[in-house]
């Protein structure tokens, strides 16, 4: 059964950094889009970053200059590295990705991990 693992979230302070990774485990065929999603309290889960099978990335405004969204398609991993963070970047942050695998199921998500900066 497929899974997304996340990691590397935690405490830092403002102007920090942090990498997250995102491990697809089990028994995929192929990855499509992978992105990061993040949820703060009272607010929706909003789209991060994301980047396709071909290596082209988008960004959210709030982040563009700051983050960087990358894949490394042997491994099935995907990683976000968060640079200059503010404190308005806490949140817990989702990986998402289109896996195809002996499943019907495309859709995947990890179970999130949370990123907390101080000011």
């Known amino acids: 059964q497929v899974q997304l693992v996340e990691s590397g979230g935690g405490l830092v302070q403002a102007g920090g950094s942090l990498r997250l990774s995102c491990e697809v485990s089990g028994t995929a065929f192929s990855i499509n889009a992978m992105g990061w999603y993040r949820q703060a309290p009272g607010t929706e889960r909003e789209l991060v970053a994301a980047?396709?099978?071909?290596?082209?990335?988008n960004y959210a405004d709030s982040v563009k200059g700051r983050f960087t969204i990358s894949r490394v398609n042997a491994n099935y991993t995907g990683h976000l590295q968060m640079n200059s963070l503010k404190p308005e970047d806490t949140a817990v942050y989702y990986c998402?990705?289109?896996?195809?695998?002996?499943?019907?199921?495309?859709?995947?998500w990890g179970q999130g991990t949370q990123v907390t900066v101080s000011s």
């Open positions: 998402n990705a289109d896996v195809r695998s002996f499943s019907p199921q495309n859709d995947y």
């Open positions: 980047i396709t099978s071909g290596g082209s990335t």
